[in-house]
């Protein structure tokens, strides 16, 4: 079983219909999104010219029953921190938002789906496009 949570920008290279973020999709049991992500997501949509229809999409993805939003905890918490120490420790800082996305997939057990290079500064995540 293949179990993910997604970044904003695999979720809109999804929406662009790119190949890997589509085959990826395709093959997964479980795609979690947290509620920073959704964040990003919703701020993008507000901030465009086509905030319902994004919204819509966005809604229907939600509904799938392998999609699930988790939201942060005082546990997502402890691992920011972690993941933020060790980071710092290295001289490696990643946004923050980023830092609550890899602390929801630690948490969880979660390979990542994402485009961003710097996560690969942080030793125990999975990422999942590798």
């Known amino acids: 079983m293949k179990r993910i949570i997604i970044d904003t920008n695999f979720y809109a290279a999804f929406k662009r219909n790119e190949a890997d973020a ?8 479980y795609i979690g999104v947290n509620t920073v992500i959704l964040g990003e997501l919703l ?5 465009g010219n086509r905030e319902r ?3 819509l999409e966005l809604e229907q993805f939600l509904d799938s029953v392998r999609v699930d939003t988790i ?3 005082d546990e997502t918490a402890e691992f920011y921190a972690q993941i933020f120490s060790d980071l710092r420790r ?3 800082p990643i946004p923050s ?3 609550w996305l ?6 969880h057990g ?4 994402t485009y961003d290079d710097h996560f690969s500064h942080i030793s125990s995540i999975l990422l999942a496009l590798r």
């Open 22 to 29: 589509v085959s990826l999709l395709k093959t997964v049991d």
């Open 71 to 73: 939201p942060l905890d």
């Open 110 to 113: 979660l390979a990542l789906a």
């Open 102 to 107: 890899a602390a929801s997939a630690l948490q």
């Open 53 to 55: 229809e994004n919204r």
């Open 90 to 92: 290295k001289g490696c």
């Open 43 to 47: 701020a993008g949509f507000r901030c």
């Open 97 to 99: 938002n980023d830092l």
